[in-house]
Nanobody, 118 residues
Framework: QVQLVESGGGLVQPGGSLRLSCAAS????????MSWYRQAPGKERELVAA????????NYADSVKGRFTISRDNAKNTVYLQMNSLNPEDTAVYYC???????????WGQGTLVTVSS
């Protein structure tokens, strides 16, 4: 079964940190560019960060540069998002995405909620 399962979301105070994980199964993980997206209430889904197949290249939304780090462990079929210096504007459902060759095949996780509040 092809799936992505996110974990690690929750409630955190402003200035705090969280690490999201996304475990992949049912497809050749190493062949997929992996990304994290987020969708805040009333807003469109936006790309947060992406990492290429062997991790040689990453890119980030301007709003998270310097605070978030995406990484992957191809041996564990897992992609991570380390989030530091969180602020209330980071509150959203975070989704994991796997993309093969620019959309030939795409997989989405079910999402994990991150709430930044005091």
């Amino acid at each position: 079964q092809v799936q992505l399962v996110e974990s690690g979301g929750g409630l955190v105070q402003p200035g705090g940190s969280l690490r999201l994980s996304c475990a992949a199964s049912g497809f050749t993980f190493i062949s997929y560019t992996m990304s994290w997206y987020r969708q805040a209430p009333g807003k469109e889904r936006e790309l947060v960060a992406a990492i290429t197949t062997f991790g040689g290249s990453t890119n980030y939304a301007d709003s998270v540069k310097g605070r978030f780090t995406i990484s992957r462990d191809n041996a564990k079929n897992t992609v991570y998002l380390q989030m530091n210096s969180l602020n209330p504007e980071d509150t959203a459902v975070y989704y994991c995405n796997g993309n093969y060759r620019g959309g030939v095949h795409e997989v989405w996780g079910q999402g994990t909620l991150v709430t930044v509040s005091s």
